[in-house]
């Protein structure tokens, strides 16, 4: 099969796009022919420092089901299906309370077991689920991470009410398209940050109330005006040592931060006088479960909320599309299109 992958650490120079092995499928197990791919952050620090090479990267893939290994129940041949890429045992004490992201043996696809930048990819059978009717293989590729992401964040973790008030970082993110969506239809008053006029613009077309401009605005005083000197109920926080002092200069007394991600840095000096005078609590999301992957697919299927495509790339092409997503230029997702 034709595939991407990394055989050195490095820029987006070191994908290669070349042939390799088709995979075979295991127990329970399915093989899906990839149509198209995604891509997340994640994907640049697999890249350019993470797991050992050689590695397929892409845990956003959908395409249709090729073949079957033993005892699978489920998925047949020719299902066009979109894959949770988080796999784990089982068995254990965490699978069996739902917490499958807490699994000691907790995978990613294209991260730990290669992934959706080939033309074809294995996984669990029991994390197959149907493509939304009418929708095409490209806007699908686009769901798993950040649909599975923004409902963590905002609900399971962030415990997200109508009413409230919620600040998104990085307005043109893939998980900001979805999350801010996701608040909307809460109920929550949303507001987002951005860097230029035209991503403003596009925020405000997805539903968001406010949008603050990081590079003409201090965003901590404008969040402050707006609240009238409350603050954010909660802050969702996927940039990091940029953005962490001011997201927590907006947050109300008692409110809450979920962090998930550090594409700015990961070290920033915390005054802990600010959290314990202000009560403020600050949670982390690292990973996720086939439970926040099922209820973000439920609105999905609704039509209540809809993919953002920034652009579309060949499979071949991968490291022009990793180039667009480092340079900050996309409004929502980057897809790869596989031949």
Request: glycine fraction near 10%; aromatic fraction near 6%.
């Amino acid at each position: 099969m034709k595939a991407v992958r990394y055989h050195r650490h490095g820029g987006p120079e070191v994908l290669v796009f070349e042939d390799v092995r088709d995979p075979e499928p295991g127990p329970q197990e399915i093989l899906v022919r990839v149509r198209a791919a995604a891509l997340n952050r994640m994907d640049t620090r697999m890249r350019s420092g993470g797991w050992p090479p050689p590695r397929i990267l892409g845990a956003d893939a959908a395409g249709d089901v090729a073949a079957l290994g033993p005892n699978v129940a489920g998925p047949k041949v020719g299902d066009r299906v979109i894959i949770y890429p988080g796999i784990s045992c089982g068995n254990c004490e965490f699978c069996d309370a739902g917490q499958h992201n807490w699994c000691s043996s907790y995978k990613l696809l294209g991260t730990q077991l290669d992934g959706g930048y080939a033309q074809y990819v294995i996984a669990p059978a029991i994390n197959a689920r149907p493509i939304p009717k009418g929708m095409g293989y490209i806007e699908a590729a686009t769901l798993p991470i950040c649909i599975t992401t923004s409902w963590r964040v905002l609900f399971t973790k962030g415990q997200l009410r109508a009413g409230e008030w919620v600040m998104i970082h990085s307005a043109g993110s893939g998980v900001s398209v979805f999350a801010s969506q996701m608040a909307k239809l809460a109920g929550a008053v949303v507001v987002t940050t951005t860097s230029t006029a035209e991503k403003e613009a596009k925020a405000k077309e997805l539903g968001a109330d406010h949008v603050i401009n990081y590079r003409r605005e201090d965003v901590a005083t404008r969040v402050q005006e707006l609240t009238e000197g409350r603050g954010v109920d909660l802050v969702i926080d996927h940039v990091g040592q940029a953005t962490w002092a001011f997201s927590i200069g907006s947050l109300r007394k008692g409110g809450r931060m979920v962090t998930l991600g550090a594409t700015s840095g990961a070290l920033h000096p915390l005054n802990i006088f600010d959290l314990y005078r202000s009560e403020i609590s600050i949670l982390a999301s690292g990973s996720h479960t086939r439970s926040d992957f099922d209820n973000g697919m439920r609105l999905v299927h609704q039509g209540r909320i809809r993919p953002v495509i920034d652009s579309v790339f060949a499979l071949k092409e991968a490291a022009a599309a990793h180039q667009r997503l480092e340079a900050g230029l996309h409004f929502g997702k980057i897809a790869l299109e596989v031949p």
